[in-house]
T-cell receptor
């Protein structure tokens, strides 16, 4: 089966511009997550979709970030306007199982990430 | 809040050397613990996990034991190979039902030289 696909793989934009990242989860996976790793620091949770609904968006840093998952398939993460501190690697992950991560038989499947550089 | 602290890298070892990557955590309740690995050019993959105290997770020759008394989950391998070169992330998830967030450490880059 195809894995989690993210694009673009790299994006370089200027401060103040808008960027939209896209994630295609594994087909049939209802759970979709966004994480990001900024400046070689820890990977931080951004939000979690179950189908098209936002289950948990407590990690979204501010209102410059907008995530959508229309139709419960692919998801987009828009940053508008981008700031220098938004630079980092944005990871998407999907999972078929529901419930606590510790109980799942199938793990989270991560994409390769989108490296965003804001100059 | 929850947090994970990993030993800082990068770590460079010779092939067949013994590997330890330290990981300690702070969490409320009884978290589950994970090690994820990111090979060059790929996404993160689950390497192993442990869901309760004294559990040992193992995979591909790697092991880690959930030590509640020392709040640690150190990753070990007896004899590393060049193919083990990657970035390793320690992570935890909260014990509260419905909380599905992973809290990661900063990652440790491991390079194995022939």
């Amino acid at each position: 089966e195809a894995g989690v696909t993210q694009f673009p793989s790299h994006s370089v934009i200027e401060k103040g511009q808008t960027v939209t990242l896209r994630c295609d989860p594994i087909s049939g996976h209802d759970n979709l997550y966004w994480y990001r790793r900024v400046m070689g620091k820890e990977i931080k949770f951004l939000l979690h979709f179950v189908k098209e609904s936002k289950q948990d968006e407590s990690g979204m840093p501010n209102n410059r970030f907008l995530a959508e998952r229309t139709g419960g398939t692919y998801s987009t993460l828009k940053v508008q306007p981008a700031e220098l501190e938004d630079s980092g690697v944005y990871f998407c992950a999907s999972s078929q199982d529901a419930g606590p991560l510790r109980d799942r038989n199938s793990p989270l499947h991560f994409g390769n990430g989108t490296r965003l550089t804001v100059t | 809040g929850n947090s994970v602290t990993q030993m800082e890298g990068p770590v460079t070892l010779s092939e067949e050397a013994f590997l330890t990557i330290n990981c300690t955590y702070t969490a409320t309740g009884y978290p589950s613990l994970f090690w994820y690995v990111q090979y060059p050019g790929e996404g993160l993959q689950l390497l192993l996990k442990a869901t309760k105290a004294d559990d040992k997770g193992s995979n591909k020759g790697f092991e880690a034991t959930y030590r509640k008394e020392t709040t640690s989950f150190h990753l070990e391998k007896g004899s590393v190979q060049v193919s083990d070169s990657a970035v390793y992330f320690c992570a935890l998830t909260d014990s509260n039902f419905g909380n599905e967030k992973l809290t990661f450490g900063t990652g440790t880059r491991l390079t194995i030289i022939p």
